[in-house]
């Protein structure tokens, strides 16, 4: 059986989480949560990071240090997790969906700024796949606007455009450590903050309004109650885990591409022939393996894969149905054909199954199956 996803868990990972059991502060903010700022910075040269309770929360964080209120508007893709959306519908703010770019399944860039109206306030981009967006635009139509961007680059730890990393682009990035994600600690994220000027406020929300982080610092003696917030912090123990994956991190991003390589190569013929597309990635960017996707012509040739790879052993999924036209999407007034683009892309579109310790064989063996069917 070939699954779909599984995290990579080895002596290290029990290692440092039996240590932090016995030797740090389990409710968060102890010496694992602070070795991974430190293997962050040096591997990527991240300064304000702090580590949250899942991608999700990351985001949620990014909404109110962005102030987004009540009849704001928020330029985001549709295609996407409903947690990038309900980041900023938390707050009271509006979705704008704009649709997705044709090869990279991004935002589009191009279409942006006709959504503009004077009550938006900022831009959610999702690096979808591990993919970066066509950042230099984005940034360009943002200062032009005088609008926030927020990264969702939970996909896309370790992903570079044009040499600059994913979430260190804009004023917030929020990364995932979910389980299903390159790098995992069960259910985690991380906010990162590139802008000095909102990390004091970031501390006091993730610590439910207070400044307990100066309490542990030693700077002041008891902490006293400050912004809104939430228990966004999470417990040194998944810090841990996350911290052995950090430091696994060359191995697993080694093992992951071994299969995305195996994928890309193996289907090269079935592409030629017209039998489905292989992703695209542009120039200047660095992907990180994060997931395989494969175009199919139609969604019923798509449809009948997923069955019949299933009967082979193969688990592989669709990727998002979209949110403008999800059951809540069509409840607040969206309706399909606001983002045609991401409707035929998302009725098209398998995800094929993509972990650390998936070996060589068992990708050729997916490869051989996905030919054997078409
Ligand atoms: C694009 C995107 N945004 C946000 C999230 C939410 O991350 P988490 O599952 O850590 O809350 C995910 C995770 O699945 C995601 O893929």
């Known amino acids: 059986m070939i699954k779909f996803n599984k995290p990579t868990i080895t002596q290290l990972e029990e290692k440092y ?22 293997q962050f910075q040096e591997r990527f040269g991240i300064k304000n990071m702090l580590l949250t309770t899942s991608g999700t929360t990351a985001l949620e964080m990014a909404s109110i240090l962005a102030d987004l209120q009540d009849g704001d508007e928020v330029i985001a893709p549709s295609f996407t997790f409903s947690s990038t959306i309900n980041a900023f519908l938390l707050r009271g703010a ?43 635009k984005i940034i360009e139509i943002a200062n032009k606007y005088n609008l926030f961007i927020i990264e969702d680059a939970a996909q896309a730890v370790g992903s570079t455009y044009k040499g600059k990393v994913a979430g260190t682009m804009t004023e917030f990035g929020c990364y995932s450590f979910h389980e299903t994600k390159n790098y995992a600690m069960g259910e985690g994220g991380a906010i990162i903050v590139n802008e000095e000027k909102y990390m004091e406020r970031a501390e006091i929300i993730r610590e439910k309004g207070t400044n307990r982080r100066n309490v542990l610092r030693g700077l002041v003696d008891k902490y006293t109650w400050h912004d809104i ?14 911290s052995a994956q950090m430091d696994r991190y060359d191995e697993i991003m080694e093992k992951r591409m071994l299969v995305w390589n195996t994928y890309y190569e193996g289907l090269q013929d079935l592409e030629k022939n017209k039998k489905l597309r292989l992703p695209i990635i ?5 992907h990180n393996a994060h997931m395989f996707n494969i175009l199919l012509p139609t969604a019923e040739i798509r449809d009948d894969l997923i069955k019949k790879l299933k009967e082979k052993d193969i688990v592989a999924y669709i990727c998002y149905v979209p949110l403008h036209s999800s059951p809540y999407g069509l409840k607040l007034g969206y309706k399909p054909e606001d ?27 997916v490869v051989k199956a996905i030919e054997g069917v078409l």
């Open 339 to 365: 983002c045609p683009i991401t409707e035929d892309i998302a009725a098209r579109l398998l995800r094929l199954p993509l972990y650390a310790d998936m070996t060589k064989e068992d990708a050729t063996y």
């Open 229 to 242: 917030g939430s228990s966004f912090l999470p417990s040194d123990l998944l810090a841990a885990l996350l």
């Open 17 to 38: 989480i039996v240590d932090a059991l016995h030797n740090s502060i389990l409710s968060g903010d102890g010496k694992y949560t602070n070795r991974v700022y430190q």
């Open 94 to 136: 509006k979705a704008v969906f704009c649709d997705i770019r044709e090869d990279t399944f991004n935002i589009d860039e191009n279409k942006i700024e006709d959504l503009i109206t004077d009550k938006t306030k900022a831009i959610y981009v999702v690096h979808y796949a591990g993919i970066p967006c066509e950042m230099d």
């Open 282 to 286: 542009p120039e200047g960017i660095q």
